[in-house]
T-cell receptor
Framework: GEDVEQSLFLSVREGDSSVINCTYT??????LYWYKQEPGAGLQLLTY?????DMKQDQRLTVLLNKKDKHLSLRIADTQTGDSAIYFC???????????FGSGTRLSIRP | GAVVSQHPSRVICKSGTSVKIECRSL??????MFWYRQFPKQSLMLMAT?????????EQGVEKDKFLINHASLTLSTLTVTSAHPEDSSFYIC???????????FGEGSRLTVL
C-alpha cells in the first residue's frame, strides 16, 4: 500500500536553510503537497508540485521531487522563528481517492 | 484563496451523546472531501473519503456506524460521532478537494472532548 515517511525532528539556526525530506512508496500520486501545522491549528497548504515536475520555487520555499528515488524535499530559505511548526508531506493518490500523509517533521529554530 | 470552514472549532460533550461537525467549502465546489483524525503528537489519520451524493469510503479500522459521514452537497460534508466516548476525544480535520486543480484545502479542525 501507500506509505509516506518523514523524519520526526529538525533543528536549524535562525537564518539558515531548512530542508525537510519525505520519501514515499507509491509513485502513482498526481500531486505531492507540503503542509504546515502550527500548534493547535489546522493545516495550511504551503505548496504543492505536480508529479511530472522536478522542482517548484515559491518565494522562500523550494520543492524538489526525485521520482526515481521517490523522494520529495522542502527547502525553506532564511528560516525564521515563525517557521517553527510541524511540516507534513502528503501524496494525492487519485486512483485510490485518498490522501496519505507523512508523520510530520517538527521544525524548531534556535537563535 | 479557497477557504474551508469547519464548525464547531471546539466541542465538549457528555459520554453517550452524538456530535456533528460540519465542513464547508466556502468559495469552490468540492466533489471530494476527506475526514481526518489527529491524535496528540501524531500525524493525521485518514478516516474516510466522501464524494458528493454517494456513500463515504471508510478506511480500515474506522467504524462507519460510529462515524457517520454525509456529503449532501458540493459544499458541505458532515461528520457525526455517535454515542461518543472519551476515547473519541481528538482533533478532527476535514479537507476539500477543488475540482480541476485538485488542490486540497483544510479546515481549521474541530477539537472534540468527551467527558
Amino acid at each position: 500500500g501507500e506509505d509516506v515517511e518523514q523524519s520526526l525532528f529538525l533543528s536549524v539556526r535562525e537564518g539558515d536553510s531548512s530542508v525537510i525530506n519525505c520519501t514515499y512508496t507509491d509513485s502513482s500520486s498526481t500531486y505531492l503537497y507540503w503542509y504546515k501545522q502550527e500548534p493547535g491549528a489546522g493545516l495550511q497548504l504551503l505548496t504543492y508540485i505536480f508529479s511530472n515536475m522536478d522542482m517548484k520555487q515559491d518565494q522562500r520555499l523550494t520543492v524538489l521531487l526525485n521520482k526515481k528515488d521517490k523522494h520529495l524535499s522542502l527547502r525553506i530559505a532564511d528560516t525564521q522563528t515563525g517557521d517553527s511548526a510541524i511540516y507534513f508531506c502528503a501524496g494525492d493518490y487519485s486512483s485510490a481517492s485518498k490522501i496519505i500523509f507523512g508523520s510530520g517533521t517538527r521544525l524548531s529554530i534556535r537563535p | 484563496g479557497a477557504v474551508v470552514s469547519q464548525h464547531p472549532s471546539r466541542v465538549i460533550c457528555k459520554s453517550g451523546t452524538s456530535v456533528k461537525i460540519e465542513c464547508r467549502s466556502l468559495d469552490f465546489q468540492a466533489t471530494t472531501m476527506f475526514w481526518y483524525r489527529q491524535f496528540p503528537k501524531q500525524s493525521l489519520m485518514l478516516m474516510a473519503t466522501s464524494n458528493e451524493g454517494s456513500k463515504a469510503t471508510y478506511e480500515q479500522g474506522v467504524e462507519k456506524d460510529k462515524f457517520l459521514i454525509n456529503h449532501a452537497s458540493l459544499t458541505l460534508s458532515t461528520l457525526t460521532v455517535t454515542s461518543a466516548h472519551p476515547e473519541d476525544s481528538s482533533f478532527y480535520i476535514c479537507s476539500a478537494q477543488k475540482g480541476g486543480t485538485g488542490e486540497l484545502f483544510f479546515g481549521e479542525g474541530s477539537r472534540l472532548t468527551v467527558l
